[in-house]
T-cell receptor, first 113, second 114 residues
Framework: QQQVKQSPQSLIVQKGGISIINCAYENTAFDYFPWYQQFPGKGPALLIAIRPDVSEKKEGRFTISFNKSAKQFSLHIMDSQPGDSATYFCAASHTGTASKLTFGTGTRLQVTL | NAGVTQTPKFRVLKTGQSMTLLCAQDMNHEYMYWYRQDPGMGLRLIHYSVGEGTTAKGEVPDGYNVSRLKKQNFLLGLESAAPSQTSVYFC?????????????FGQGTRLTVV
């Protein structure tokens, strides 16, 4: 049973455009929702994260939108740049279960010139 | 500050061989995790530890064993490797209990079982 569903699987965006990746979760006990960025040959690295008591969080060009009632959250990358080309994973965890991260299946983003 | 270090980075095993993957963290983190990453499946949790001397099963534990004899080290063992264990393995660590704590990942170990 996949507890965190991520879409799309791949995304191609022109430079300067907006990249949007969506995730949906099932477990209402999740209390932490991070997004990880992974470049080829590297480990995932935290990009931005949100708690369920906040509907939006922005850090530079990256914004998380969170809809608790719909059990959905999304990552928006504004003014997308070629350097943003990477694989993005949404994840969720629950403090009461050793804060284990459950990951989505990933989105491969390519930003073209 | 090395963070999370995994050794080896690459390994080719024959079916039936055994090996141990080492994860070391220098951040004094309580929690450590082993994940495997396969195309189209994201990262799946194999085993985890909430402190020295503790281990627990994750989502896909079969065929793997772990040990955490020292707080800074978390070992992942394959007793009899199978082709289905061909994957990229990532270790991660986290400070401990409490929502909102960042998990730090190592660079990964690419394992091929032939």
């Amino acid at each position: 049973q996949q507890q965190v569903k991520q879409s799309p699987q791949s995304l191609i965006v022109q430079k300067g455009g907006i990249s949007i990746i969506n995730c949906a979760y099932e477990n209402t006990a999740f209390d932490y929702f991070p997004w990880y960025q992974q470049f080829p040959g590297k480990g995932p690295a935290l990009l931005i994260a949100i708690r369920p008591d906040v509907s939006e969080k922005k850090e530079g060009r990256f914004t998380i939108s969170f809809n608790k009632s719909a059990k959905q959250f999304s990552l928006h990358i504004m003014d997308s740049q070629p350097g943003d080309s990477a694989t993005y994973f949404c994840a969720a965890s629950h403090t009461g279960t050793a804060s284990k991260l459950t990951f989505g299946t990933g989105t491969r983003l390519q930003v073209t010139l | 500050n090395a963070g999370v270090t995994q050794t080896p980075k690459f390994r080719v095993l024959k079916t039936g061989q055994s090996m141990t993957l080492l994860c070391a963290q220098d951040m004094n983190h309580e929690y450590m995790y082993w994940y495997r990453q396969d195309p189209g499946m994201g990262l799946r949790l194999i085993h985890y530890s909430v402190g020295e001397g503790t281990t627990a099963k994750g989502e896909v534990p079969d065929g793997y064993n772990v040990s955490r004899l020292k707080k800074q080290n978390f070992l992942l063992g394959l007793e009899s490797a199978a082709p289905s264990q061909t994957s990229v393995y990532f270790c991660a660590s986290r400070p401990g209990q409490g929502a909102g704590t960042e998990a730090f990942f190592g660079q990964g170990t690419r394992l091929t079982v032939v």
